[in-house]
């Protein structure tokens, strides 16, 4: 499974991210790019411990969701998302894409990182893993 912590498979999102430019129409949902781009960001702040969190069922619900969708299915579009990553301003698309992309590389030298409100707890490889994923899923979005 690819993961932010592979140089190969951090250089390919971060090819992605800057291919964007701010005024593609999303494939589904109702984002704008840099409303993903914050979203994303705030994942990634969660697992920093920056944007506290809460989690959102019990311990073995959480398991079970890493299992499944963190590790085996392919996300769904409109999925359920955690309140702490719901964006409703409209950001500015260039400072969200510097965030997004100095976010990423604090994750990436980080030593201690906090549990995912649906996912429960996660070594810095699941967080790796379920960072990418999500990354992956929000640039189909846009076609990225």
């Known amino acids: 499974m690819r993961t932010l912590l592979q140089p190969h498979d951090l250089e390919f999102i971060i090819t992605r991210l800057n291919a964007l430019n701010g005024s593609e129409v999303s494939l589904w949902g109702k984002m704008t790019e840099a409303q993903m781009l914050q979203h994303c960001r705030k994942q990634i702040e969660m697992a920093l411990g920056v944007i506290p969190t809460k989690p959102m069922y019990p311990r073995p619900i959480q398991w079970l969701s890493k299992i499944t969708f963190g ?3 392919p996300w769904p ?3 359920v998302t955690a309140v702490e990553m ?3 301003e409209q950001p500015e698309f260039n400072l969200e894409l510097e965030k997004l992309l100095n976010v990423i590389s604090d994750f990436t030298e980080a030593e201690q990182l906090h549990p995912h409100p649906i996912f429960g707890n996660l070594t810095k490889e699941d967080w790796g893993m379920i960072i990418y994923k999500h990354l ?3 640039l189909k979005q846009f076609g990225a």
């Open 71 to 73: 590790y085996y299915l």
């Open 86 to 88: 719901v964006v409703s």
């Open 77 to 79: 579009k409109n999925l």
């Open 136 to 138: 992956n899923h929000h």
